[in-house]
């Protein structure tokens, strides 16, 4: 089974940067769809960035395009999200979620459903203004 595992969350304050991983274990990256989606409270789960593995293509919701960095390391099997310049309404559970590609494409994961992936554990992330 395919597992993930995202984790690097915590406080910081607005304008302040973090480094979030997703540990991917079950399968080997190859030409995978990776997608970092959130939930704030109360609200849906919403993608925000997408990467395909193969070739280091990126999509960005607009809402965090400019400020957010998605990347991946193969010899790990990890992914990451860099967030620079965080605002208070970046305040959210993130996740992550794998697919492979072309059953998946970047905007396809962006846009996905929260129950169209098995979720692993997500990490929490609190902006202070």
């Known amino acids: 089974d395919v597992q993930l595992q995202a984790s690097g969350g915590g406080l910081v304050r607005a304008g302040g940067s973090l480094r979030l991983s997703c540990v991917v274990s079950?399968?080997?990256?190859?030409?995978?769809?990776i997608g970092w989606f959130r939930q704030a409270p109360g609200k849906e789960r919403e993608g925000v960035a997408t990467?395909?593995?193969?070739?280091?293509?990126?999509y960005y919701a607009e809402s965090v395009k400019d400020r957010f960095t998605v990347s991946s390391d193969s010899a790990w099997n990890t992914a990451y999200l860099q967030m620079n310049s965080l605002k208070p309404e970046d305040t959210a559970v993130y996740y992550c979620?794998?697919?492979?590609?072309?059953?998946?494409?970047?905007?396809?994961?962006?846009?996905?459903?929260?129950?169209?992936?098995?979720w692993g554990q997500g990490t929490l992330v609190t902006v202070s203004s």
């Open positions: 979620a794998i697919g492979e590609y072309p059953t998946w494409d970047m905007l396809t994961m962006i846009s996905s459903s929260a129950d169209a992936h098995d």
């Open positions: 079950g399968l080997y990256f190859d030409d995978h769809i």
């Open positions: 990467l395909r593995t193969s070739v280091g293509s990126t």
